[in-house]
C-alpha cells in the first residue's frame, strides 16, 4: 500500500463551492482516502487521455477528481466536477509551468469559457501584443479568451478563475498601468530567480508561485466558510515573497483591507521560529497588536496555521498589555494605579481645565500634546519639552504658550497621581524607558564581557525578532519600546499595517523613533475578502486626502481592486432615528442569516438597535472591548471602532447622517486649527473605510435627517 500527499490548488476551490452538500462531504472523504491509498481500488484512479499529468478518481458516483501529477507522490487536486464532463471535455484542460514565475498553474477552460461572451464593441486588451501580455507573465493558455474581453464583467469572471498573476496582470492593465509599471509591481516581485525547467513539476511545486495548500483542516476551512474563509488559507504569491525573504532590517507591508497583510504576518512569524536555534519554549519572537480582541485572534489563528510547537516560541500579547507587563516586572513599588482609557482621561483634563477656568485649550488638544509631544518623545523637563519637536502637530504655540501647557500637564499628572490612577501612554512611555535602558545595560555588557548575568538578570535581546499587525494604531512609544526589545540587524522588525485604516490619532515618523525602513517596503493591492462594489465604494468614502506611509512620505491604494462580485451597496434614507431603527430590523428579517453586524457611530445608539431588534424578537450580542460578547447571536452591533480587525458577511452602517459622520464637534476646529480639522476629518473617514470593509458579501449605509458628507 503506498501513501500519498495532496494539495489543494488555489482558485480549484471556486467550483467546489458551488457543487451540492453531500458532494462536498465526498470530497473530504475523498482526500482522506487517496492520502491513504491512492490504488485502493474504490477511487478507481487513472490517467486522463492525451494527458501525461492529469488522472481522475472518484469521489462519488457522479463526480471525479482532477489531480495533477507533480512527481513522485505528489498530487494536486485542480477541479471536481460531474463524470460526463470530465470525459467530454478532456481538450478543455491546460497546465503548464509559468515561464516567468515558475509556478505550476492550470486552466480550466470548460469554466473561463462561460465568463466571456464577446459582448461589447471592442475588446479591452486589442492595444496589447500576445508577447507582452506572456512577458507579463499571463496564462498562455488564455490568450484566445483574453483577446475576446470586450467589458469589465468579463474580465473579473476571468480573474475570478484564471491563475493568480494573470488575473492580477489583466486588472492592473485595466485600471490604466503601463506594461512597465504592471512588471515592476506585479511580475517582477514574483518572477523566478533561477532558470525554469518546464517539465520539471516537482521543482515547481517548491516555488512560491505554486499556490497550494497541502492540510486536510484548510480544505475542510474551505468547505465550510467558502470564500469568507479562503482567503486565510492560501498564501498567494507576491504574499509568499514577502514572508518568507530575509530583510537586512525593519520592513513594512501595506495594503488595503481584505489584501492580507494580517496572513503575511502570520505567515512571517511562522517563517523565523522555524528557522530559530535555542531551548524550545523559549519566546524569541513577538507578535503584537494594538488592542487584545486582536491579539487574542492572531494567537488562535497562528495556532491553525503552525500548531502548538509554533506558538510555543512567541509571545502573542496586545502593545499595552505588553507594556504594562514591562512595567510590573521592573518591580514598581509605588502606590496601586488604576488603568483608565481615553475617554476617562479627556474627562480628567476637562475637569481640571474647569477647575482653573483655563479656555484657551480644550481637553483634546491638550491630552494630544501631553501624550504625543511630552510622552511620546519621553520629555523629562520644561527645557526639554520647549526644544521638543512638534512636526504634524498643527495649530502653532508661542514659548509662552509651552510655558503654559508644561505647567497643566504637571499638575494633571499630580492630579492622577493623588487618584491612583495611570493612563496607557504613561504605562506606554515607562516601559520604553525601562527598555531603552534594559538595551543600553546589555550593549554595555556585551561589548566588555559579552552575554552574561548580574543582578538575576539574562543581559540577552528580549526578543530576536518583532512582528507587528496594525502598525497605524501605535504610539511612538510603544515604537520606541519595541525598538529598544530587539537589536537592530537582519529581521529585527517586520511591520503590517494601513494608515487609511488609522482610528486613533497616533501619527509617527519611523525613522525619527530609530526604525529605518527605506527601500524595504512592500504593498499588497488585490482584497481576497471585500466585494468589488463594496471596495469601489469604500474607497470614494476615503475622499481626496491624503495619507501618510509612517516615514515621513505619502501613502495611497491606487491599484487596490477585487475579482469577488456581489449586489451593489444600498443607501436608505429616513426622517427620524426611530424610523432608521425600524428600517435596521426590516433589514436583519430580509437578510435572514449568516454573519450580520449594525454598526453604528456612538455607543449609546448600540443600546437602542439591540432594543430594537429584541422587541422584534431578533437576538443579538455588543461588540465589547473584547470582541462580541456572544460570538454565537444572529447579529453582533457596536460602535464603528468595535469592528477593527473584525468581518461579516452583511453589514448595516447605520446613523451615517451629517453631525454624527462627522461629528458636529470637528467643525470648531476648521478656523482655529486646520491641521487638526483635516486630521479629524481623515479619522471620520477612515472609521468609515474600516466600517464598510467589514462587509463580504453586502452592506447597507442608513442615515435620518441630512446624510453624511462622505456618502455620495
Known amino acids: 500500500m503506498s501513501t500519498a500527499t495532496l494539495r489543494l490548488l488555489d482558485k480549484a476551490d471556486k467550483e467546489i463551492l458551488k457543487l451540492p452538500r453531500a458532494v462536498k462531504g465526498a470530497i473530504y472523504d475523498f482526500q482522506h482516502k487517496f492520502r491513504h491509498d491512492p490504488n485502493n481500488p474504490g477511487l478507481r484512479f487513472k490517467q486522463l487521455k492525451g494527458h501525461p499529468r492529469l488522472f481522475s478518481a472518484r469521489v462519488n458516483l457522479d463526480y471525479r477528481a482532477l489531480l495533477l501529477h507533480a512527481g513522485e507522490s505528489e498530487y494536486i487536486l485542480v477541479a471536481v466536477k460531474p463524470r460526463q464532463e470530465v470525459y467530454d471535455n478532456l481538450d478543455k484542460f491546460a497546465y503548464q509551468i509559468n515561464p516567468v514565475t515558475g509556478g505550476i498553474e492550470f486552466v480550466d477552460l470548460v469554466t473561463i469559457e462561460e465568463k466571456v461572451t464577446e459582448t461589447g464593441p471592442e475588446p479591452l486588451f486589442a492595444k496589447f501584443s500576445a508577447e507582452t501580455l506572456l512577458t507579463l507573465g499571463v496564462a498562455e493558455p488564455l490568450l484566445g479568451l483574453i483577446a475576446k474581453i470586450t467589458t469589465e464583467d468579463e474580465l473579473i469572471g476571468l480573474a475570478s478563475y484564471a491563475p493568480q498573476l494573470t488575473g492580477e496582470v489583466l ?34 511545486l517548491a516555488r512560491p508561485a505554486t499556490a497550494v495548500t497541502t492540510e486536510d483542516t484548510a480544505l475542510q476551512e474551505v468547505l465550510e466558510q467558502g470564500d469568507f474563509g479562503r482567503w486565510r488559507v492560501f498564501l498567494h504569491p507576491t ?19 481584505g489584501t492580507g497583510k494580517t496572513i503575511v504576518a502570520l505567515h512571517r512569524v511562522k517563517y523565523l521560529v522555524e528557522r530559530l536555534s535555542g531551548p524550545a519554549g523559549r519566546k524569541d519572537v513577538l507578535l503584537t497588536t494594538f488592542n487584545k480582541n ?12 503552525a500548531g502548538p ?20 516586572e521592573a518591580h514598581y513599588t509605588g502606590p ?67 510655558a503654559a501647557i508644561w505647567q497643566l500637564a504637571e499638575r494633571f499628572v499630580m492630579r492622577l497621581d493623588e487618584k491612583g490612577l495611570w493612563t496607557y501612554r504613561q504605562v506606554a512611555e515607562r516601559a520604553a524607558r525601562l527598555e531603552l535602558e534594559r538595551a543600553r545595560a546589555r550593549e554595555s555588557y556585551e561589548a566588555n564581557a559579552g552575554v552574561q548575568r548580574e543582578s538575576g538578570i539574562w543581559h540577552r535581546p528580549r526578543y530576536r525578532h518583532i512582528v507587528v499587525d496594525e502598525a497605524q494604531d501605535l504610539s511612538a512609544a510603544h515604537w520606541k519600546m519595541l525598538r529598544a526589545m530587539v537589536p537592530e540587524g537582519p529581521n529585527d522588525l517586520f511591520i503590517a499595517g494601513d494608515t487609511h485604516q ?8 519611523l525613522g525619527s523613533l530609530g526604525i529605518n525602513i527605506r527601500g524595504r517596503s512592500s504593498r499588497l493591492t488585490l482584497s481576497y475578502r471585500t466585494t468589488h462594489e463594496i471596495l469601489g465604494m469604500a474607497v470614494r468614502l476615503l475622499g481626496q486626502e491624503e495619507w501618510d506611509d509612517l516615514d515621513d512620505g505619502l501613502d495611497n491604494l491606487r491599484g487596490y481592486r477585487s475579482v469577488l462580485r456581489g449586489p451593489e451597496p444600498v443607501f436608505a434614507s429616513y426622517p427620524t432615528w426611530d424610523a432608521e431603527l425600524d428600517g435596521v430590523v426590516e433589514r436583519v428579517r430580509q437578510w435572514g442569516g449568516g454573519s450580520i453586524a449594525v454598526c453604528v457611530p456612538e455607543r449609546r445608539k448600540v443600546a437602542e438597535v439591540e432594543e430594537r431588534l429584541a422587541r422584534a424578537g431578533i437576538q443579538s450580542s455588543p461588540i465589547t472591548a ?6 454565537e447571536a444572529p447579529v453582533h452591533v457596536g460602535t464603528m471602532h468595535r469592528f ?21 464637534r470637528i467643525a470648531a476646529y476648521k478656523d482655529d486649527d486646520p491641521l487638526r480639522y483635516r486630521r479629524e476629518m481623515q479619522g471620520a473617514r477612515s472609521l468609515l473605510f474600516v466600517a464598510a470593509t467589514r462587509a463580504r458579501d453586502s452592506v447597507v449605509f442608513s442615515w435620518h435627517g441630512r446624510k453624511s458628507r462622505f456618502l455620495p
Open 239 to 257: 504574499q509568499r515573497k514577502i514572508a518568507q525573504r530575509d530583510y537586512s532590517g525593519p520592513t513594512r507591508v501595506s495594503g488595503g483591507p
Open 502 to 509: 488609522r482610528i486613533y490619532s497616533n501619527y509617527v515618523s
Open 171 to 204: 486588472l492592473a492593465l485595466y485600471s490604466d498601468k503601463t506594461p512597465d509599471e504592471v512588471l515592476d509591481q506585479i511580475t517582477t516581485p514574483v518572477a523566478a530567480t533561477e532558470d525554469i525547467d518546464s517539465e520539471d513539476y516537482q521543482a515547481a
Open 644 to 664: 477593527k480587525g473584525l468581518e461579516y458577511q452583511r453589514m448595516i452602517i447605520a446613523g451615517v447622517a451629517e453631525g454624527l459622520v462627522p461629528a458636529h
Open 336 to 402: 496601586r494605579r488604576q488603568l483608565i482609557d481615553d475617554t476617562k482621561v479627556l474627562a480628567e483634563w476637562q475637569e481640571l481645565l474647569d477647575e482653573v477656568g483655563e479656555r484657551r485649550w480644550d481637553a483634546e488638544f491638550l491630552n494630544a500634546e501631553w501624550s504625543h509631544v511630552i510622552l511620546g518623545q519621553g520629555t523629562a523637563s520644561r527645557t526639554d519639552y520647549f526644544r521638543a519637536r512638534r512636526a504634524g502637530r498643527g495649530r502653532a504655540i508661542s514659548r509662552e504658550d509651552r
Open 309 to 328: 510547537d509554533v506558538v510555543d516560541r512567541v509571545d502573542i500579547i496586545n502593545v499595552d498589555k505588553l507594556a504594562s507587563n514591562i512595567v510590573a
Open 294 to 305: 486582536l491579539a487574542a485572534d492572531l494567537r488562535q489563528r497562528l495556532l491553525d496555521l
Open 626 to 631: 473584547d470582541g462580541p460578547r456572544l460570538v
